[in-house]
């Protein structure tokens, strides 16, 4: 230990009312005069990775004589351990404001730099909402704050361990929601990767869980696809006795291939009558954001039944400023509601375990190459399903235009012969 100079308090007085720049105590310790007149601090001279350093250890009288020595011992023992005391100093400093903010943005009702909730908006600002659509991104948010925030919103995104993780995600599955708890994991799990790449977290517990939930229900829309019954169905469309755009929705979800998102978003300005045909903007179909972006728009041809049903049509939801083929029953500006060809199947007597409006789709996938013999390479083509190697849909310049053009007057024609009554002969039969 260095020898001590400073004898105590009467020296330290004397020194304040000399003129000497420092009073030193031995082994690196003083204390310096103010050049400017405040109060007298005390420092530490030390030598860390061969360069010369200097510790503030605050001022005279409030930090005294002895205090100063214990602060220059706490100093001494982390140097010998090889540890930079300024930089302990400096991560204390920091490790005290994140607290102080975290508090005040508590108080405030905010989440805290660190914490997983900060992390996860973030993420869902900087790098979910760019890649998704807005809808897409809107369901990741509110599965965040109805499922993970309340319990691990605040907590340090560094300290969420694999089990934690898991409670909350028992949570849901205990209401039986099992694919919203793989969907919430899924995300946690981006999460906590974007965390790794920021900083502010070393490891994703949410890989761990890969084996730990139950396995999701496979699902698929209900579907129509035996003849008969589609003959029955297709009968009860034609004698809906709704309102008859509801009756022209479901006449077209069966004659053209279309999600029942894009249907019900189809705009005047999209049909060309006298091409018979539909173009809808590559940003409507189901892809990825980039893709919607940088992808070509999806070709419907149209059968005459189709056309038929669409002049009928025009004078009831077109005509200048109108925008939308199937608006909103309140108001043209909106399309018509997600929901209404499946409660007009419900009306007609069709449960959800019979028939959905995506069900449409099934039925023509199926029954178009099991009934009609066609390629199904033409009818995945009219159906938009994208090509799932990168490199495929880059190259992949093969839209069978004709082809899918003949499907499609085909595929109404049997429509139509189902629904009178004709005789149908299944191709593999025949």
Known sequence: ????????????????????????????LYLLRSVKGGAPAWRFDYSHGGKRKTLSLGVYPDTGLALARKKVDD????????????????????????????????????????????????WLATVHEHKVSAGHAARTRIRFEQDAFPWIGRRPIAEIDAPELLLILRRVTGRGAIETAHRLKDA????FRYGIATGACSRNPAADL???????????????????????????????????VTRAALALSALLFLRPGELRQLEWAWIDFDAAVVTIPGNLMKRKKADKLNSAP??????????????????????????????????????MSENTVNVALRRMGFDRETATAHGFRAMARTMAAERLGID?????????????DALGRAYNRTTFAEQRREL???????????????????IRAA
Not at 1 to 28: C, H, Q, W, Y
Not at 376 to 383: D, F, G, H, S
């Open 298 to 335: 999806h070709l419907v041809p149209l059968a005459p039944q189709a056309l038929v049903i669409l002049r009928e049509l025009l004078p009831l939801t077109g005509g200048e400023g109108r925008r939308y083929v199937f608006p909103a029953l309140g108001t043209s500006q909106r399309p």
């Open 408 to 426: 499609m007057v085909k595929w109404a024609d049997y429509l139509d012969r189902l629904r009178d009554g004709a005789q149908v002969v299944p």
């Open 1 to 28: 230990m260095a020898k001590e100079l400073i004898t105590g308090d009467v020296a330290i007085r004397s020194f304040l009312k000399g003129n000497t720049a420092r009073l030193p105590d031995g082994g690196g």
């Open 75 to 122: 100093a001494r023992k982390l140097t010998a351990a090889g540890i930079d005391p300024s930089t302990v100093r400096k991560a204390a400093k920091a490790e005290r404001d994140r607290q102080a903010e975290a508090q005040q943005l508590a108080d405030a009702g905010l989440p805290g730099p660190g914490s997983f909730e900060a992390v996860a908006r973030d």
């Open 210 to 244: 890969r084996d730990a939930l139950p396995p999701v229900p496979t699902r698929h829309h209900a579907a129509v696809t035996d003849p008969k019954q589609a003959a029955d169905l297709l009968r009860s469309m034609r004698d809906y006795a709704g309102h008859p």
């Open 188 to 191: 946690c799990g981006q999460v």
């Open 376 to 388: 199904p390479q033409v009818i995945e083509a009219q159906l938009a399903h994208v090509v799932p």
